[in-house]
């Protein structure tokens, strides 16, 4: 399975924009980049996911290197309530299209 | 609407014992995952079922077996229990099966096995 490599935690201050980098060099061309979040206590919820293009959503902004290589999760404004560990997955048929989690990124917001 | 639900939330074992864990999932949604989360592990893929059949497995040991109904409930069991199954069991559904690449996970909570 395509791994990613994440920093294991960053801090924030609260109503300000957090970028969330995440590495994946062996990112095949069918390969798709989701993130989840886990917040405390409870089980991980979808962000968002992309291919190739930038994505947006309510939650979230994915921005996606050219070379597909690394991308970025933006959290526009993040607010105490974005205090969770962010995961960067692929997902890809070659490996069923299982989700494989890393260790995530742990992001403290702070007031 | 609801969503997915999974009991036992908390349970306590002993070593040798086995243990069943239930899922239900979003109603309508017909595939069914299970992830375990330890510590020292982090969220490790169980298997994924659909339409009652098998479609991924992880590399778990035969003793962690799963098994879906008919009407998408899914329980999984943990046979002959070892003190490293101490962890949190999450089960996942999704509207659409595996073959899709850009299908949503929505999580349960979790049940929290405690082996002692």
């Known amino acids: 399975d395509a791994k990613t490599t994440q920093p294991n935690s960053m801090e924030s201050n609260e109503e300000e924009p957090v970028h969330l980098p995440c590495n994946h060099s062996?990112?095949?061309?069918?390969?798709?980049i989701h993130w989840y979040r886990q917040l405390p206590s409870q089980g991980p919820e979808y962000v968002i996911h992309?291919?190739?293009s930038n994505v947006n959503n309510r939650m979230a902004s994915l921005a996606i290197a050219e070379d597909r290589k690394s991308s970025t999760l933006i959290l526009h404004r993040a607010t105490l309530r974005d205090a969770a560990v962010y995961y960067c997955?692929?997902?890809?048929?070659?490996?069923?299209?299982?989700?494989?989690f890393g260790g995530g990124t742990r992001v403290l917001v702070k007031p | 609407k609801a969503g997915v639900t999974q009991t036992p939330r908390y349970l306590i074992k002993t070593r040798g014992q086995q243990v069943t864990l239930s899922c239900s999932p979003i109603?309508?949604?017909?595939?069914v995952s299970w992830y375990q989360q330890t510590p020292g592990q982090g969220l490790q893929f169980l298997f994924e079922?659909?339409?009652?059949?098998?479609?991924n497995k992880g590399n778990f040991p035969g003793r962690f077996s799963g098994r879906q109904f008919s009407n998408s409930r899914s329980e999984m069991n943990v046979s002959t229990l070892e003190l490293g199954d101490s962890a949190l069991y999450l089960c996942?559904?999704?509207?659409?099966?595996?073959?899709?690449?850009?299908?949503?996970?929505?999580f349960g909570e979790g049940s929290r096995l405690t082996v002692l």
């Open positions: 996942a559904s999704s509207l659409r099966g595996w073959t899709d690449t850009t299908r949503e996970l929505f």
């Open positions: 062996t990112i095949s061309g069918t390969d798709y």
């Open positions: 992309g291919l190739t």
């Open positions: 997955i692929l997902s890809g048929k070659a490996a069923g299209n299982k989700l494989t």
């Open positions: 109603s309508g949604h017909r595939s």
């Open positions: 079922y659909f339409s009652e059949t098998q479609r």
